[in-house]
T-cell receptor
Framework: EAQVTQNPRYLITVTGKKLTVTCSQN?????MSWYRQDPGLGLRQIYY???????DKGDVPEGYKVSRKEKRNFPLILESPSPNQTSLYFC????????????FGPGTRLTVL | KQEVTQIPAALSVPEGENLVLNCSFT??????LQWFRQDPGKGLTSLLL?????REQTSGRLNASLDKSSGRSTLYIAASQPGDSATYLC??????????FGKGTKLSVKP
């Protein structure tokens, strides 16, 4: 089944403890992206990647890192999480960065205490 | 900078009614526009994708239109059902491949 998977789905952590949220797609898509969703602010892009080893900042990249060593994986890294990073995170992928549909993962609900 | 606005923010209708959700965007230089559905605490389900060169797309009881020159799109839902209750999100795709989302319309269909 074609899908985007994220792990973990739920995570409660404390300020400053490094964490990684994994994202994987099995559709051989070139383009992958991370979004965060917050009440009243909607969905905003954090980082995106147009292909392996090519990443760039979205609208709200501060406090996040990403890597794209393999085509299928695009992990989101929080080196020193803070409470303002408490949010619902979505990974998405599409065949290219152009006119294709974006497919979203199920989301990761992160709480930073 | 592209901005996407959805009106109304919330809508409550009786079952069986036809309804229209509105989306507007400020920059007409888009690749496409996509409508999503989001159930509470869940992920996004893609409903319809309209390319910038298209005027409308249909899927079952859903019809989406796009007027790029005026920066508007509408999602028409025919014969609404309680199962249609969800938040509907409109998003436009920019030149970097990113989606710029509106804040959504929360739809409630009463039996």
């Amino acid at each position: 089944e074609a899908q985007v998977t994220q792990n973990p789905r739920y995570l409660i952590t404390v300020t400053g403890k490094k964490l990684t949220v994994t994202c994987s797609q099995n559709m051989n898509h070139e383009y992958m992206s991370w979004y965060r969703q917050d009440p009243g602010l909607g969905l905003r892009q954090i980082y995106y990647s147009m292909n392996v080893e090519v990443t760039d900042k979205g609208d709200v990249p501060e406090g996040y890192k990403v890597s794209r060593k393999e085509k299928r994986n695009f992990p989101l890294i929080l080196e020193s999480p803070s409470p303002n990073q408490t949010s619902l995170y979505f990974c998405a992928s599409s065949p290219t960065s152009g006119r294709d549909t974006q497919y979203f993962g199920p989301g990761t609900r992160l709480t930073v205490l | 900078k592209q901005e996407v606005t959805q009106i109304p923010a919330a809508l409550s209708v009786p079952e069986g009614e036809n309804l229209v959700l509105n989306c507007s965007f400020t920059d007409s230089a888009i690749y496409n526009l996509q409508w999503f559905r989001q159930d509470p605490g869940k992920g996004l389900t893609s409903l319809l994708l309209i390319q910038s060169s298209q005027r409308e797309q249909t899927s079952g009881r859903l019809n989406a239109s796009l007027d790029k020159s005026s920066g508007r799109s509408t999602l028409y839902i025919a014969a609404s059902q309680p199962g249609d209750s969800a938040t509907y999100l409109c998003a436009v795709r920019g030149s970097q491949g990113n989606l710029i989302f509106g804040k959504g319309t929360k739809l409630s269909v009463k039996p």
